[in-house]
């Protein structure tokens, strides 16, 4: 239980330290899904 506990406590500051990044790769990869979907709709309508 320890050992799962210190394994969750160090991901959580894995990601708290990483948030920026994770959003960053996040927002990009919606903004080209978003894209693609655009691009689709306005070439078959």
Request: glycine share 16%; net charge neutral.
């Amino acid at each position: 239980m320890q050992t799962m506990i210190q394994g969750y406590q160090g991901f959580s500051l894995l990601v708290g330290l990483n948030w920026d990044r994770l959003f960053s790769v996040g927002t990009i990869i919606v903004g080209l899904l978003a894209g693609a979907f655009l691009g689709n709709v306005i070439i078959n309508p």
